[in-house]
DNA sequence: ATATAGATCTCGTCA
DNA sequence: TGACGAGGTCTATAT
């Protein structure tokens, strides 16, 4: 397709805010939050009616390059060659296309929004709906609520006077899970004046070095899976026995 | 367009190993690491060669559904919709089409690869070029390696014996930060048998509560912006001794 | 606007 | 293959 062609296409459907879909050989500079550079090759480049570009390669799940929504946008011809030029405050990308192979542009009009559930939201509501899947003497008083103490994924007590602080991951508990949950375990401390604090980590597993940590620090893991999951596959279960 | 002939080309598309736009209307239920599921609307679906399936709202940055590399995809007609049915191990997607505006396919030719800095190993990288950017006396041994002690940005000592870790953020360092050089360094102590180790944060800013945690556990902050960036705005810069 | 933490995070690297 | 950490992360939420 003639890029001049290609050009006022382009102009026409930014200005009628349609999504535009680019297959193209080209080029692709960035210079904001880092510099980037690839040399010419074939690419999909989508330019959506919020502002938000996207250059995709021909595999790959995310964009070798973009810009967020709000970005101003102005195609132009220069050099023999049809530049797409992108700013925003703090960030800049050209597009320069050296071939066009095929442009579509349509108005598209879609006011739903995704429903998803089994996140690590979810969970903590579980958890917090079914105490005893932490401990016989768990009570939950609070959930997922920004508390002085923090952000705290499920807070309680055990009945004795001693507070309880769940941490939910939804997959592999890592060594980051655990320094999140000493984190807000001394915080709380600190903040109540308490000596003694419980801390859980609810999760399906629990990597080797964490698992570490967590008994170097007197924590406690509670193997739970999130809901609304595909079952573990047993290989993959860990024993936490095993570390103890 | 037709459903049917929709499919066939689709068929076809995915045999010859193009990539594929589809401008249609569809609903999209996912099940698998979550459940999800969005009624319909007009979307733009995407199939890659490596059987990457994006589907992309008419804004956002991020698709609202996707499938990774290597899904397995088979598009059929079912109860008078084109149903593209995405699966792989431990996980399903269904994009129910019930209308198609335009589905181009083509193939694309993309051997380039993205260079970029700027990054945090760009960072981690100039401060071991210029030790005296953290002190007068920081003598680095080692920058982002893998070591006995667990993945450390930058490592050395003050030459008076003393260790030093530098834990580099591109942004403003959060608690996030702080918790991480906490577990490093208390890593390098328990292995190494030493008492005391410098924690050095070396990042163009840092967050309040960061701070905080920062003077809590006699670490240190050294204002550094990493390489290539544009220059920070002078109203975001933060002081840090306002905290101690 | 900043801070904080999750995400169907994705992606690379290294043991 | 799992573990670990970065990312031009993005996104939502709370202050």
């Known amino acids: 397709m003639d890029l001049t062609e290609a050009n006022e296409l382009i102009i026409n459907s930014l200005k009628k805010n349609y999504i535009i879909t680019i297959f193209c050989s080209c080029s ?3 210079t904001g939050r880092a510099k ?26 995310s964009p070798v390059n973009w810009m967020p929504s709000k970005t101003f946008i102005s195609p132009i011809i220069e050099d023999e060659m049809l530049t797409i030029k992108c700013s925003n405050s703090g960030e800049a990308m050209n597009a320069k296309i050296f071939e066009v192979y095929n442009i579509t542009a349509a ?23 079914n105490p005893t899947l932490i401990s016989e003497d768990f009570v939950p008083s609070s959930r997922e609520e920004q508390t002085k103490y923090g952000f705290l994924d499920v807070f ?33 401390k600190k903040t109540r004046g308490v000596k003694k604090v419980i801390g859980v980590i609810a999760a399906p597993n629990i990597s080797n070095n964490a698992a570490k940590m967590l008994n170097d620090w007197g924590f406690t893991y509670k193997s739970i899976n999130p809901p609304d999951r595909f079952p573990e596959k047993e290989k993959s279960q860990r024993k936490i026995k095993e570390f103890y």
């Open 28 to 30: 692709v500079e960035y």
């Open 36 to 61: 980037s550079y690839i040399a010419r090759g074939d690419r999909l480049i989508i330019i959506k009616h919020d502002g938000t570009v996207l250059v995709h390669k021909p595999d790959g799940r």
């Open 107 to 129: 108005p598209l009009l879609d006011i739903e929004q995704l429903r998803i559930n089994g996140t690590e939201s979810d969970m903590s509501n579980m958890i917090y709906a």
């Open 156 to 188: 309680g007590h055990n009945g004795k006077g001693e507070l309880v602080i769940v941490e939910c991951k939804r997959y592999t508990a890592s060594l980051d899970a655990v320094t999140q949950l000493r984190r807000y375990v001394e915080r709380v």
